[in-house]
């Protein structure tokens, strides 16, 4: 499955940002998909999963119920909501799918076979 995320940028703080993810080869409806993020000078780190469903959704700690995962199965793609922007949302955001089906929530990065390129988000005061 190839993945092409999009939608970062600079943002204000309080402002609010959709990313997206588009995924093609793989059928994207049947893979459970996850955002993680990596900020200046931090290891990379998680931030939402959800199944492939789009029902049942997790997020990392620090999270702070700011950030929402979604998905739209019949355009293949993946967003992550991100509202109230703080500084500490500056990051570069990389969707990620697995390499099987399998129902599980994901939480590690080892366990994602394919990633996108990342699309960075700036936040300005």
């Known amino acids: 499955v190839q993945l092409q995320a999009s939608g970062g940028g600079l943002v204000q703080v309080g402002g609010s940002l959709r990313l997206s993810c588009t995924a093609t080869g793989r059928a994207f409806s049947n893979l459970g998909m996850a955002w993680f993020r990596q900020r200046r000078g931090k290891e990379r780190e998680f931030v939402a999963h959800?199944?492939?469903?789009?029902?049942?959704?997790y997020y990392g700690d620090g999270v702070g119920g700011r950030l929402t995962i979604s998905r739209d199965n019949g355009k293949n793609t993946l967003y992550l909501q991100i509202d109230n922007v703080k500084f500490e949302d500056a990051a570069r955001y990389y969707c990620?799918?697995?390499?099987?089906?399998?129902?599980?929530?994901?939480?590690?990065?080892?366990?994602?076979?394919?990633w996108g390129q990342g699309t960075l988000v700036t936040v300005s005061s």
């Open positions: 959800i199944d492939y469903t789009g029902t049942s959704t």
């Open positions: 990620a799918a697995p390499g099987d089906t399998a129902p599980v929530t994901r939480i590690h990065d080892y366990e994602f076979e394919y």
